[in-house]
């Protein structure tokens, strides 16, 4: 079956064409940085303008890339929530007029499950069971995955998401909106070893997560050496990325062991980052998992995970009635 799947839950418009929830045909994104980053974060009223604007070609864009006509979408899929109430809206209410105009179903996708979905779309995906960490900017979560349709929440974060606190960080450091990638790129250049934060394992049974304590020793941090003449910007990003993936990796890694499961896997757009990647790969080996990473092109907000998910909704006749609605926050 091939899927059209639509993303529109926060700043990036996305289209894609999937077969079989396996093969990409076509992805299309349409990222919105240009018009968030003078505010240093997502305007939700702009985001969904944009969304608007965006759309149609973009869906068009893709059918193009993968030289199918409309008539070859057999099944539509759309991101339904978590996300931004207006920026879902535009996403959901086109999938929903498309699937009903060629009279094909349509699936409402949780986008927290397409992020784990990017993971069936490699050529190396994870066995059943697995556990995996989903390291976004908006949810940081772990989960024992026990098929496409299965996931349980072993643990979340109790404050800021991983991505959130790479872009509060980059915010204080001056560096602009999003912050994951900058910073990644800074810290290349420094040493790790040199501005040490305090890592947040809290209790050692527990698989959730806290950031926001590190995101404010950063900034005491800042305010207390900025002006320093040894204070590098590139070690405090070194040192503060270190911090963070090294909790991500124990903690999955922990999970991983306490549901003895041989596969671990990571998805979000923080899983793009290459220090979590190479800390993961290196620690799993030892330990003896077997670690699945999708490419960095499938970690961010895009729709082919959402045709993937989707899929696997639709081949169980999970499809939305014309009247469903959007839902902005996790449920
Ligand atoms: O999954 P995603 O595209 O959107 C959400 O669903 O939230 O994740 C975006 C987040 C942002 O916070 C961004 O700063 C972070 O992923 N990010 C990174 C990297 N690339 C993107 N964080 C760390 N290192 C990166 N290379
Ligand atoms: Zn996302």
């Not at 879902?88 to 499950?113: E, M, T, Y």
């Not at 390291?135 to 989960?143: D, K, P, R």
């Not at 290349?188 to 590190?214: K, N």
């Not at 499938?298 to 839902?327: E, S």
């Amino acid at each position: 079956m091939i899927v059209l799947g639509i993303e529109s839950s926060c700043d990036e418009t996305a289209a894609a064409l999937v077969r079989d929830g396996r093969e990409i045909l076509a992805s299309v994104v349409a990222s919105q940085d240009e018009v968030h980053y003078r505010y240093g974060g997502v305007v939700p009223e702009l985001a969904s303008r944009r969304h608007m604007e965006a759309i149609t070609p973009v869906v068009a864009e893709a059918l193009d890339r993968a030289a199918l006509p409309l008539s070859a979408v057999e099944g539509v899929a759309a991101t339904q929530g978590p996300g931004l109430i207006g920026s879902l809206l535009v996403g959901f209410s086109f999938a929903k007029a498309l699937a009903f105009a060629r009279g094909i179903p349509c699936a409402g996708v949780n986008h927290l499950d397409a992020h784990v979905h990017a993971l069936y779309l490699t050529p190396d995906p994870p066995g059943f069971p697995f556990v995996c960490l989903l390291v976004s900017g908006g949810h940081t979560g772990l989960y024992h995955v026990t098929s496409p349709r299965d996931l349980a929440l072993m643990g979340q974060t109790r404050d800021d998401a991983a991505g959130e606190a790479f872009d509060k960080v980059a915010k204080m450091m001056g560096l602009g909106y999003p912050g994951g990638a900058v910073i990644e790129r800074l810290a290349a250049e420094g040493d790790p070893e040199r501005v040490r934060f305090t890592r947040a394992y809290l209790a050692a049974e527990s698989f959730d997560f806290s950031f926001s304590g590190i995101k404010t020793a950063v900034g005491r941090h800042l305010a207390a050496h900025r002006n320093d003449p040894g204070c590098r910007m590139a070690d405090v990003a070194a040192g503060f990325q270190e911090a963070v993936v090294e909790v991500l990796v124990r903690k999955l890694l922990r999970a991983a062991a306490v549901r003895k499961v041989a596969h671990v896997g990571l998805a979000g757009g923080v899983a793009a980052n290459r220090r979590l990647r190479e800390l993961l790969a290196a620690a799993a080996g030892r330990e003896g998992f077997s670690v699945h990473l999708p490419p960095a092109a499938l970690c961010g907000d895009n729709a082919a995970m959402v045709a993937a998910a989707g899929h696997h909704l639709l081949a169980v006749g999970r499809h939305i009635g014309w009247d469903a609605d959007v839902f902005s926050r996790h449920r």
